[in-house]
């Protein structure tokens, strides 16, 4: 296997980790923005109030979003074990 072959495996799984962990980063930083402007038009400093929705709307984003998430690390998975198995 050639240093360009490693290189464009590596890039390959460091951009499906990228896209994978997109979605829930994306919600959580959506519900942290929603959950800081309702604590700062209410004043409410309450720090699991912050804490809780996002760890919430994440679980239902990966809920949401696993078949997807599992289909696209099959997908590598399987790219992978057919590239090893040409190695000569």
Excluded: C, N
């Excluded at 390959?12 to 929603?34: D, K, R, T």
């Excluded at 809920?63 to 040409?86: N, S």
């Amino acid at each position: 296997m050639t240093a360009e072959a490693i290189l464009r495996i590596m890039r390959e799984g460091l951009l499906l980790i990228l896209l994978l962990s997109g979605g829930p980063m994306l919600v959580s930083v959506l519900v942290g923005f929603f959950v800081s402007v309702f604590q700062a038009t209410t004043q409410i400093q309450e720090q699991t109030l912050s804490y809780v929705p996002k760890l919430i709307a994440v679980f239902v984003s990966i809920a949401i979003l696993g078949p997807w998430m599992l289909t696209q690390m099959v997908r590598f998975t399987r790219a992978l074990f057919e590239a090893i198995a040409l190695i000569h």
